[in-house]
């Protein structure tokens, strides 16, 4: 497996403008999150999907932020319109979360994507 | 609220050194603790994951202990070499609520940055 994809992987765009991040998730994994990373905050999950569902979205900083999961293998967070606050490496992780107590109860990161907004 | 705290922020160490990294939380209920490793530009890395009834897990020449009663665990890395630095977070994940969807929102710390120096 190609493990978690993300695109893009870098994303410059001006203020007011929309931005589209992308995912693909490990085929067979029942959960997709979405976190954004900054330096003064750390990782904060925003969003995440259960079978496609969202259950949680009270990261979701604002109404200009939102999610979507249309199948199994793809989801999106669109930011409209974007700010210069908005700026972090948005990331992307699934995971098949058993709660059975394993090993396997652990979430696979993809890359990230970098958005400046200038 | 589960608060996360990971010190020292920068650890840097000469190759060869054994060495450990400090994870504290706030609230015991939990259900497991991961260490994850984040290289620069990279998502993060799964290294140990410890279950609450756990109280050690060992993979290679790394060691992680937890310690619920006290809210700390650590990680041990033995004979550090220069390809171990990186950025090292702490994750906890709180106790499952029934009929939650089987997922707890996991709680990061800002993570350490190690530098292992040749």
């Known amino acids: 497996d190609a493990g978690v994809i993300q695109s893009p992987r870098h994303e410059v765009t001006e203020m007011g403008q929309e931005v589209t991040l992308r995912c693909k998730p490990i085929s067979g994994h029942d959960y997709l999150f979405w976190y954004r990373q900054t330096m003064m905050r750390g990782l904060e999950l925003l969003i995440y999907f259960n079978n496609n569902v969202p259950i949680d979205d009270s990261g979701m900083p604002e109404d200009r932020f939102s999610a979507k999961m249309p199948n199994a293998s793809f989801s999106t967070l669109k930011i409209q319109p974007s700010e210069p606050r908005d700026s972090a490496v948005y990331f992307c992780?699934?995971?098949?979360?058993?709660?059975?107590?394993?090993?396997?109860?652990?979430?696979?990161f993809g890359p990230g994507t970098r958005l400046t907004v200038l | 609220k589960q608060e996360v705290t990971q010190i020292p922020a920068a650890l840097s160490v000469p190759e060869g050194e054994n060495l450990v990294l400090n994870c504290s939380f706030t609230d015991s209920a939990i259900y497991n603790l991961q260490w994850f490793r984040q290289d620069p530009g990279k998502g993060l890395t799964s290294l140990l994951l410890?279950?609450?009834?756990?109280r050690e897990q060992t993979s290679g020449r790394l060691n992680a202990s937890l310690d619920k009663s006290s809210g700390r665990s650590t990680l041990y890395i033995a004979a550090s070499q220069p390809g171990d630095s990186a950025t090292y977070l702490c994750a906890v994940r709180p106790r499952i609520v029934p009929y939650s969807g089987g997922y707890q929102k996991v709680t990061f710390g800002i993570g350490t940055k190690l530098q292992v120096i040749p």
């Open positions: 410890i279950q609450s009834s756990q």
């Open positions: 992780a699934s995971g098949p979360v058993t709660g059975l107590g394993s090993n396997t109860d652990t979430q696979y």
